[in-house]
């Protein structure tokens, strides 16, 4: 038997679950060009983070710029060898301008690259910028980043917990940034989902592998 997971930051651009999410969240999915507004309105502090993380984390901007995408940063591995140098590839970290890049079959592996690597399994709980993007994600497009963690309960199987939602502490911390994004009846819905965990949790019960 496998030894079970830590839990782990998954990325599934599948609008089917996106909607199951809808559903259990009890807020509509709305219409892709709703998302994408709701997206463009949230750039400025997507790039108030990466002012953080550049400032006061490290991060370093990718050249040439590529006007697709909102940003590209880059930092050295967290890990490193004996000798103090990095262990691992560089980290990276980009967003792009439009949400409808993230559902674009041509670039579904660059952006399982971003969320399944280091900067959103590891760097994500000592950075909080980087958990600030995962949280606000999650809020504008439920369902896309999910954390999944996978506990093995002997004699019954795996359980699976999935997150969809930041907790309702972290929404009403911003509450003020919130409203201005998704105005106040939005964010009303978006408060009530995130404290009641049958809304912000999935679980599911699977057979040992």
């Not at 998954?10 to 996106?18: A, G």
């Not at 892709?32 to 790039?47: I, K, N, Q, S, V």
């Not at 930092?75 to 140098?85: D, F, K, Q, T, V």
Request: proline share 8%.
């Amino acid at each position: 038997m496998a030894p079970p997971k830590n839990a782990e930051v998954v990325f599934s651009p599948d609008v089917k679950n996106m909607d199951e999410w809808a559903k259990r969240t009890r807020m509509s999915l709305t219409t892709a060009d709703a998302l994408g507004a709701t997206y463009a309105r949230a750039h400025p502090w997507f790039e108030h983070l990466r002012n953080q993380l550049v400032h006061e984390h490290k991060w370093r901007d990718v050249s040439p710029r590529d006007s697709r995408m909102l940003f590209t940063l880059e930092n050295a591995s967290i890990w490193s060898s004996s000798s103090g140098l990095p262990a691992g590839p560089p980290l990276k970290l980009q967003l792009p301008v439009h949400a409808s890049s993230f559902f674009s079959p041509d670039r579904r592996v660059q952006w399982q690259m971003v969320f399944h690597s280091d900067t959103f399994e590891s760097v994500r709980k000592i950075c909080p910028p980087i958990a600030d993007i995962l949280f606000l994600l999650q809020c504008l497009l439920t369902g896309l980043v999910t954390v999944v963690f996978e506990e093995h309960i002997p004699g019954k199987g795996i359980y699976r917990t999935t997150r969809g939602l930041p907790s309702a502490a972290w929404v009403i911390e911003n509450q003020t940034a919130l409203v201005r994004i998704f105005g106040p009846e939005r964010f009303k819905d978006l408060h009530r989902a995130c404290a009641d965990t049958q809304s912000a949790y999935s679980l599911q019960v699977l057979p040992f592998r």
